[in-house]
């Protein structure tokens, strides 16, 4: 029968549900099993791999901009992420809100933005240095910071729109 195989496999779950909190030391609430909610052990082991990610990522996008570019350039691009990183989070947190899967997406999605942006302007000083031999690299990189700033104003607009589409409607 179809519909005991699905009653005993919700059955085991929830026995499995209560073996899990009676080994963490929580209490089983019958009424808020579900996907929606997520216990405190749970947020804890969640919160570790989600900072497990971000490090890993960071360390990958280290080694990326050693090789693509120079190793010099790999420590003022940790610097320009973690800037984005901690500003996006510190504001979110003044704000009081709730973390949830949908915060963690929205700060990942800051980071995405924040390298492909950071990767532009690295990638237009790399491109410049050949061009102005006799500039110094502070006005080379102020150069090549204002030549990407139209795109990236142009990508931040584009992004925007369907946001605030998803806002108002």
Known sequence: NRNTNVNIDRDRDIDIDVDVDRHHGCCYDNHHHGVGVVGAVAAVAWFAVVILAIIVSL??????ISVRFQWQFAAPVIIALAHDVVIT???YALL?????????AAVLTVLGYSIYDTIIIFDRIRENIPLMKRGSFRSITNVSLWETIPR???????????ILALLVF
Not at 59 to 64: A, K, Q, T, W
Not at 96 to 104: L, Q
């Open 59 to 64: 360390l990958l996008i280290v080694g990326y």
């Open 152 to 162: 990236s104003l142009a990508t931040t607009f584009i992004t925007l729109l369907p």
């Open 89 to 91: 989070v510190g504001v």
């Open 96 to 104: 009081g809100r709730e973390v949830s899967t949908a915060t963690v």
